[in-house]
């Protein structure tokens, strides 16, 4: 098990992109979450299996709408989560 931390720029935020990855993150039992950032971006930070944990950052690249300009992953400290969930700062 490892935990990674992604970032999203793009047309990225108020085009359905975090239930989207939620979506992903419940079909490969991805645990984390996903939130949407002041800068424009879209932040995750998802534990799980390594190899499950690629397949779903290569996914997230097909969810409707978002036009992702750039992806960076990072392997931060392992953290452990009960669910996967959209983190709605004051929006």
């Not at 992903?24 to 930070?45: F, P, S, W, Y």
């Amino acid at each position: 098990m490892k935990t990674i931390e992604i970032r999203i720029a793009g047309r990225v935020q108020k085009v359905g992109l975090r239930n989207c990855i939620r979506h992903i993150a419940g079909k490969l039992c991805i645990r984390g979450e996903v939130m949407n950032l002041q800068d424009g971006t879209v932040r995750i930070v998802a534990s799980g299996d390594p190899l499950t944990l690629d397949k779903f950052a290569s996914m997230i690249y097909g969810c409707p709408r978002a036009l992702i300009r750039e992806m960076d992953i990072s392997e931060v400290p392992f953290r452990s989560f009960s669910e996967f969930s959209i983190i709605r700062p004051n929006e």
